[in-house]
């Protein structure tokens, strides 16, 4: 587990990619399991998942005011957690063990087009950071995208334990990469237009077609987001390891940030 950072030049894939994990993860883990707020600054392809009950709300570029709400809260949920976390030596996992009917949902936020939010919002660039350098320790994740490295200041890219690396503008950006997962690098990008459908990891053409229409079979399919066995996925896509790392946690859906104050 741990935050990851995905990097590619533009049009490379890189909203379809993400789209395909935030999928994956829905389709996984449980509203009481994970809790997932998205600021989308790109394309807003994260729309599809506002209807998602594991999803708290989609924020795109100018909502001010939920931004602040969405800083607020997690900049709270941080606090309470050192808190709380203090009692079993810093560890969600000791916490977890001991209390198991106790529900502590992991978080994952998602930022599509990092710079474009760090422009545009200056005042929170040291709660960002904050929120991803402290927030793995308590079950926070943060999943970014960006063109290059050198779109996130290096204090920040310190902060990603997983890098995935898509079509960079330039060849020379590949070796400032070393730790990056990126089996695309060298591929072109053919019939992009045609096709529609953008030169990505393999998982988000695998999903690219039921994406839009997932949120509706989790709202229908109650069963299935209460705990009783899910299908298994023959091709599944996962956060990095996110995936493994969810654990027991609050009932019900992800809080809206029209609600937050």
Same mark, same amino acid.
Request: proline content about 5%; glycine content about 10%; aromatic content about 6%.
């Given at each position: 587990g741990g935050n990851a950072v995905v990097y590619g030049m533009t049009g490379s894939g890189k909203s379809m990619f993400v789209s395909a994990l935030i999928y994956s993860l829905c389709?996984?883990? &449980?509203? =009481?399991?994970?809790?997932?707020?998205?600021l989308d600054f790109a394309a807003e392809a994260s729309r599809m998942f506002s209807a998602m009950p594991q999803v708290g709300d989609v924020i795109v570029g $100018? !909502?001010? =005011?939920? @931004?602040?709400?969405?800083? +607020?809260?997690? +900049?709270? =949920?941080i &606090?309470?957690?050192?808190? @709380?976390? %203090? *009692?079993?030596?810093? %560890?969600l996992d000791v916490y977890r063990s001991e209390n198991k009917n106790v529900n502590l949902p992991n978080i994952v936020v998602l930022v599509d087009n990092y710079t474009a939010f760090?422009?545009?919002?200056e005042a929170y660039d040291d709660l960002m950071y904050q929120v991803i350098r402290e927030g793995?320790?308590? $079950?926070?994740y943060t999943l @970014?995208?960006?063109?290059? &490295?050198? %779109?996130l200041r290096y204090r920040l890219s310190q902060c990603f334990k997983q890098i995935f690396c898509m079509q960079m503008p330039d060849k020379s950006d590949y070796s400032l990469l070393r730790r990056a997962h990126s089996p695309h690098r060298q591929r072109p990008v053919p019939q992009r237009k045609r096709a529609g459908i953008p030169d990505c990891h393999p998982a988000a053409r695998r999903y690219a077609q039921p994406l839009s229409g997932h949120a509706k079979d989790c709202?229908? !399919?109650?069963? +299935?987001? =209460? $705990?009783?066995p899910r299908p298994e996925?023959?091709?599944? *896509?996962?956060? $990095?390891?996110a995936g493994t790392c969810v654990g027991r946690q609050n009932p019900g859906a992800a809080e809206p940030c029209a609600h937050w104050h």
């Open positions: 389709r996984h883990h &449980s509203p =009481e399991e994970l809790n997932i707020y998205c $100018g !909502d001010d =005011e939920k @931004i602040h709400n969405l800083m +607020q809260l997690l +900049q709270d =949920e &606090s309470m957690r050192r808190k @709380i976390l %203090s *009692a079993y030596a810093g %560890s760090a422009e545009g919002y793995p320790r308590f $079950g926070i @970014i995208t960006a063109i290059t &490295s050198t %779109s709202k229908r !399919d109650g069963k +299935q987001l =209460e $705990g009783q996925d023959p091709h599944p *896509a996962g956060y $990095g390891d």
